[in-house]
């Protein structure tokens, strides 16, 4: 079964500093992962996604994450933070078979950004 | 750019009441959903659709229902609300299936029953 397990439930940054926000997965097979962020208040919205190309894969807002087979994770980062990425971030999984369609969302990570 | 539209965005509900929060999409997505998020808990499948006439059970079905009458709607009904329904509700529509393709989210609606 495919499981998503977000490290952190909350980071807090200062701006200006690197972000990252850790992601491990579990698969039995070669899986489909996305990175979708929620400001307060909104729907969500993807970031990226990895699925089976290249390995570390650049997204939205300078955001991007690399696809590690060996170590089961897909953490999201960012080489500088800005005030705008305050919000809410879920790692998510393909679910393959079953319900067509069906992802799986990690519980979350709130990223603060201080001035 | 409409995108994916949900009503209302806010509403309180007494148990045992029924009501139908009401989503819409603009882009001639096939698939839609219906997610609920409660706090710290992620996003958990209610509902889904492939195509209008076509719907299936995602994995918390119980004390909703769905229709797909048009590729545009897919409106999910609440009977008999409970405490355990108060929860933020997304509706969300891509044009491949999820595991493939980008999910676009409305805005949410939060409901309260009490």
């Known amino acids: 079964a495919q499981s998503v397990t977000q490290l952190d439930s909350h980071v807090s940054v200062s701006e200006g500093t690197p972000v990252l926000l850790r992601c491990n997965y579990s698969s039995s097979y070669s899986p489909s992962l996305f990175w979708y962020v929620q400001h307060p208040n909104k729907g969500l919205q993807l970031l990226l996604k990895y699925t089976s190309a290249a390995t570390l894969v650049k997204g939205i807002n300078g955001f991007e994450a690399e696809f590690k087979k060996s170590e089961t994770s897909f953490h999201l980062t960012k080489p500088s933070a800005h005030m705008s990425d305050a919000a809410e971030y879920f790692c998510v999984v393909s679910r393959y078979g079953g319900s067509q369609g069906n992802l799986i969302f990690g519980k979350g990570t709130k990223l603060s950004v201080k001035p | 750019n409409a995108g994916v539209t949900q009503t209302p965005k806010f509403r309180i509900l007494k148990i045992g009441q029924s009501m139908t929060l009401q989503c819409t999409q603009d882009m001639n997505h096939n698939y839609m959903y219906w997610y609920r998020q409660d706090p710290g808990m992620g996003l958990k499948l209610i509902y889904y659709?492939?195509?209008?006439?076509?719907?299936d059970k995602g994995e918390v079905p119980n004390g909703y229902n769905v229709s797909r009458s048009t590729t545009e709607d897919f409106p999910l009904r609440l009977e008999l609300a409970a405490p355990s329904q108060t929860s933020v509700y997304f509706c969300a529509s891509s044009i491949r299936t999820g595991g493939n393709g980008e999910l676009f989210f409305g805005e949410g609606s939060r409901l309260t029953v009490l």
């Open positions: 659709s492939v195509g209008a006439g076509i719907t």
